[in-house]
């Protein structure tokens, strides 16, 4: 029940038979495969987001000479993940939502839930953080023809 929206939280409240419904069609093995992949939509982009940093702050601390440029590689691949995972969360969000509507009511095709504001931060955020892995790369490539001229 804490997984329904706060609007289907409170249809379900106002049922008797709620819980009931709910189990009956959470049993259903089509209903479990739907779930998994809203959740793998969810899950894929955030895990690569986090192994990604980890790797590229793992590059970092190995102090074997040119750190920034064995690092920046996966700071630049977790950036894209955090731009691809922005809409994918409300997205999986949304098919989670609308496999769980299906056991209070009539089908439902699609339930798109989206809050606009929270979408275009992350986006937001994503896009900073691949212009700063572009600018620290740009700075790493001007100081190696510096190197170069010198």
């Not at 955030?46 to 990604?52: A, D």
């Not at 439902?108 to 700063?132: C, I, K, W």
């Amino acid at each position: 029940m804490t997984l329904l929206s706060d609007r289907l939280r409170n249809t379900a409240a106002a049922m008797t038979n709620a819980a009931d419904l709910l189990d009956l069609h959470l049993g259903l093995p089509t209903v479990r495969l739907e779930l998994f992949f809203a959740q793998l939509v969810i899950d894929l982009p955030v895990v690569g987001l986090l192994l990604s940093v980890a790797l590229g702050v793992h590059a970092l601390g190995q102090r074997k000479g040119h750190d920034l440029a064995r690092a920046l590689p996966w700071l630049r691949r977790a950036a894209v993940f955090a731009l691809v995972a922005a809409p994918l969360i409300p997205l999986g969000e949304s098919i989670r939502t609308t496999v769980l509507m299906q056991a209070f009511g009539p089908p439902v095709r699609f339930y798109l839930s989206m809050e606009f504001q929270r979408l275009v931060l992350n986006l937001l955020l994503a896009l900073v953080a691949l212009a700063v892995t572009w600018a620290l790369a740009a700075g790493l490539r001007a100081e190696q023809d510096l190197a170069e001229i010198v």
